[in-house]
């Protein structure tokens, strides 16, 4: 089975602190994503890794960032957190082979920023 | 991009009943279509998918329908049980460029299966 684990189930921060959420795919799968998810929107795509050191902006990057350095940890940083950030983040990972499509989800993080 | 809109947003059941669950999306070269389940506290887990060449797919109590010309596609849950009660989400699979494939997910629907 697939596994995706995130480094925490929940997250108290204070506004302008530094967030690191990690995140970790034992399937050696080359694409990982972070997701937001908010009441009535859905998930929403922040960024995304096709391979190591390598990342992309999804549909809402403004305010994060995110590092790749070994092909099973992608990490989401929250550069300076603030209360609009406060929401519950999802880690998810695919193979490369576009035709194995699947993503598959960690348990999610939930962040409460105050 | 893609635009996945997803209806409707709640849905209540009597448990043994059938639930429908209809989602649109605006990318015509889009071919590949999940769908997702999630439970209370957890990431949401695929319960079934379909390719674009294909117009209906069936998993036990579970069948997708898709429609390319008219750009839907359908969750149908037969004898729903009260563990079907989760949010369930679609999405739709597009290049983005460069064969790198984004989903694009609809707003999820919150299923109720009243016992």
């Known amino acids: 089975d697939v596994k995706v684990t995130q480094s925490s189930r929940y997250l108290v921060k204070r506004t302008g602190e530094k967030v690191f959420l990690e995140c970790v795919q034992d399937m050696d799968h080359e694409n990982m994503f972070w997701y937001r998810q908010d009441p009535g929107l859905g998930l929403r795509l922040i960024y995304f890794s096709y391979d190591v050191k390598m990342k992309e902006k999804g549909d809402i990057p403004e305010g994060y960032s995110v590092s790749r350095e070994k092909k099973e940890r992608f990490s989401l940083i929250l550069e300076s957190a603030s209360t609009n950030q406060t929401s519950m983040y999802l880690c998810?990972?695919?193979?490369?082979?576009?035709?194995?499509?699947?993503?598959?989800f960690g348990p999610g993080t939930r962040l409460l920023v105050l | 991009g893609e635009n996945v809109e997803q209806h409707p947003s709640t849905l209540s059941v009597q448990e043994g009943d059938s639930a429908v669950i209809k989602c649109t999306y605006s990318d015509s070269a889009s071919n590949y279509f999940p769908w997702y389940k999630q439970e209370l506290g957890k990431g949401p887990q695929l319960i079934i998918d379909?390719?674009?060449?294909?117009g209906e797919k069936k998993d036990q109590r579970i069948a997708v329908t898709l429609n390319k010309t008219a750009k839907h596609f359908s969750l149908h849950i037969t004898e729903t049980q009260p563990e079907d009660s989760a949010v369930y989400f679609c999405a739709a699979m597009w290049d983005s460029g460069g064969s790198n494939y984004k989903l694009t997910f609809g707003k999820g629907t919150l299923l109720t299966v009243n016992p």
């Open positions: 379909i390719r674009s060449n294909v």
């Open positions: 998810a990972s695919s193979p490369f082979d576009s035709l194995q499509e699947t993503q598959y």
